[in-house]
């Protein structure tokens, strides 16, 4: 005992006189033999950790760090070492003993063990005894036996079967239920009997699983969790994925109404899985909600999927709108429920919701985008593929975003059939792209939109068609039976699709929108009449369309989309006639204001016929609908829809701003940036105050999120943009605040900036990073020392940065491919703060003498001292050198040979037309057969003759009826078998 700690004393004396650190004396250019660089470190593993610091867990990293005998100095005679590690994380449905039903969740299907430990003597070369040999197991399975050396801390790493470990069962009301697995050293095996020589300490042990995550199912639009049945109960299960849903308490409600509801049953999902984060997979507006959740902070969602999901709004969500606003009520709207209807609009998609809810850095976001034809035919109301409801533009249209692909599946089909599935699930069920698509989504030139309720029989509505470009007639609405017939200019009636004319129809009750539509190609120029029958008793409500896909066009815009309040907004339309007949026009904005009362301006006419205008000046704060109608005296009818949001003129942003580095935990580096945000407030109650931090690059950096209670009067409210994110983003130039929102006690959006401020004076390395850290850039290279032309040493150069200086220690195994360890090197150096490079050195001799060629891996990286520990699994794969450039190499012994080789090649020979004629290779074959069975009889000398007799007939038909170096080929596979014999 005393003699193991004096050599510990001994070992931390050592302080000086190692190779390793950068400054140690050159090798001369001319010595450097081969070179190479990797990328920087696998991400498994990568954790720093401050002195005294606890090991981390998370739901990937599973670990024991206290308790007896974990921390104690032990001999055999006190082994052995003997703890649980227990997993707390719910990976997918498990069998009565706890192993896992679908193993191919797990990457690798293997989990990694990873104890750190102290003085394990296995290079010791004295005669007295053994080294130190400890074995590990993992519930009751030996996995490998500890490796080190004297009076240093390493790592010890095992690669581990799935089927060795107990993995937790679910309970749906409570959640997981964590499974212990047991860990267990035998001490000093190979000196039992002889002396308590060795002795271990256990520091912590540490389970690695990285799985596919969980999933939460986010429902769309009028919708709830229902419609995923067909993924919870057949898709998921199947492949053994755990999922979560939920129901919103409105199925229509806004976007930050939704997020708030969504945290809760994200932080539900968490808590029941076990998880640090999750995925999620959000169809329709399910995939706006949780954008929205996202871009208010939430930095748990490791990737979106959204399904169908409308980007940059719906056509659809348009019309109705429209509707809505020119013919008060409408009563299938009150089906299409606000405030929803209007943030699924074009327009406000366009003005307010892509600036408002931007891309979270923490999260991957893919789309499933849905190219659906009725009797193959799309909807001719959404230009371009389309899902029936949702044009394939939007789905795809931000930047940020990953198509998955596209499926022929209609819009609330997207949940039950098995294509977006096959689809989501390569994300969803990925462990740890594809180029991204861009653009808008255009809206149908509506020429015709008309509100009526009928009441059984049927009802005709006129449409003027002026041209003969393709043009959609048809009716949408909300519920009952109804039927569309048209009739042409010249009284034929069309009640299908037919030459020219496509026929689409979709009476999904689940969309809250039916429609019946016609596509005519090449229309008949005149009076259309739409024939709309019922079959109800009672009154139904539908809205007759008529949409052109040429012709005149109208647009429609305001100066601005965002209007401070008080200001004036100038409404602005636009008429391109695109060669139509010159005609009259009366243009009329009908704003619909966030109150729900209507106002009628007339835009006036700059004089040419093409633009007109007016200014109108908001009364009340929100958002503003514009259904803008064109009327000629010619018949022409044209109608848009456009927008603005007017701000709060009680509750803003004063332009007050103060930022403050904040370092919680006095290590020298921000933990998070402060910026406190003045705002005046004049209607106090619960606002949401959004934010985010971009580069001048316009990168987003981190965004920050804070909900509070507001009194009347200024204030500052609080963002606290994580400094973490700040001081891995490797920023450069000021920082600049921008998308700042001022959310309501209402839902509203009372003030936004973009940009809000900027900030200079900060630098990446101001802000928190890890204290001990390995750097991209390592290098290997082999050197030949002595000139004999085999490399002695493989030197692999490791950048590292540490924030304290101070003496550090480092060591590593290398590994060749099969997983044995080659050699183990440990190294002990003076670091100052900053960054520093360090060298491990592995003897050539041990790398030749193993005998396999590279790349070989340098694995189990231990680097500890004053600022903290860092511990590494697999650091770096060197260049594929070959075993034989290195000293100690050893050819080996070429395979001798044996009758049955001698008997293959005699075939191998008369089938390349080397033995000649056939008669001689039977022969030849027959001589060295009998020979073989001499030997198997124990007749070694008679096998010996005979075999000598083959060697002279070989010699004589040799270049003659035996090809010359068949022959001696098979000449001197006799002699070295003869010589066998004799030995």
Known sequence: MLRRWLAAIMACLVVLGQAGAAGATEVPAEELIRQSEAPPPQEIGIKSYGPGDRIAESDEEFVADSGYPLDSYIFRSGGPIVFPIAITRYFGPVDGNGRLLHPELIEGQTALLTLRVWDVDQDYAGPDFAPEVDIVSINGHQIGMLTGADGQWSTFTAEIPLEYLRFPDFDPATGVIPAENIIQIDIDTANVGVCECWAVEVDWGRLVIKGVRPAVLVHGFLSSASTWDAWVNDYAPDAGLPVYTFSFDNNHGSWLAHAREEAAHIARAKQLFGVDKLNVVGHSKGGLDTRAYLALGGGDVERLIMLGTPNAGSPLADIVKLAGILWRPVRFISLIGEPALTELTVTYMQLIGNQLVGPNPATEYYTVAGDWTWRGFSNPLIWGPDDGVVA??????????????????????????RDEWNLASGQVLRISQAGSTGGGVAVPILSELISHEITGGTQSHEVLVSGTAPVTLGILWGEGDLNLT?????????????????????EDETLGLRYILYRLEAPESGTWQLNVTSSESGPVSYLAIGAEEGGPTLSAS????????????????????????QETLTVTAHIERPDGEVDEVVLEDDGAGTTFAATYTPEVEGYYNVAVAAT???GLRRFTLTGFQVLSGSDNFTGQFTDTGVDDDWDGLYNRLQIDVEVAIGTPGEYLVTGELNDESGRTLTRAAARVSLGAGQQAVVLDFDGLALGESGFSGDLILTNLALI???????????PAAAFSGYDPNQFQRSAIRVLPGITDSAHD???????????????????????YNINARLM???NQEIAWDGIQVYLNAGESTVTLTYPGEAIGQNGVDGPYLVRDFSFYGPAGQLNVYELHSTF???????????EPAPDRPTFESILAKIDRFEQEGKITPRGIANALRVQVENAQKAWERGQNLVAQIMLRAVVVQLDALSGKLVDAAAAQELINDCEMLIEDLEH
Not at 392 to 416: C, K, N, Q
Not at 744 to 754: E, T, Y
Not at 789 to 805: F, H, N, S, T, W
Request: hydrophobic share 35%; net charge negative; no cysteine.
């Open 392 to 417: 394939v533009s939007s789905v795809e249209a931000l930047p940020y975003t990953i198509s998955l692909g596209r499926t022929s599946s209609f819009h609330t089909d997207m949940t039950s059939n």
């Open 744 to 754: 309501g006690p209402d839902g509203s959006v009372r003030d936004f900036l973009a």
């Open 558 to 581: 305001s100066d601005r989309g965002i209007i401070p309040a008080g200001d004036a907004v100038i409404l602005t339309a636009e008429i391109d006639r695109a060669g139509a007949a």
């Open 632 to 634: 000629g005296n010619g």
């Open 816 to 818: 060749d491919q099969q």
């Open 785 to 807: 020392l002595d000139g004999d032309g085999k490399y002695d040493e493989l030197r692999v150069e490791i950048p590292v940065d540490v924030l304290r200086a101070g003496y």
């Open 880 to 890: 594929p050198y070959q075993a034989r450039e290195f000293a100690g190499y050893v």
């Open 486 to 506: 048209l009739t042409t200019p010249s009284g034929a009636e069309i009640r299908a699709a037919g030459a020219g004319v496509e026929m689409v129809e979709n």
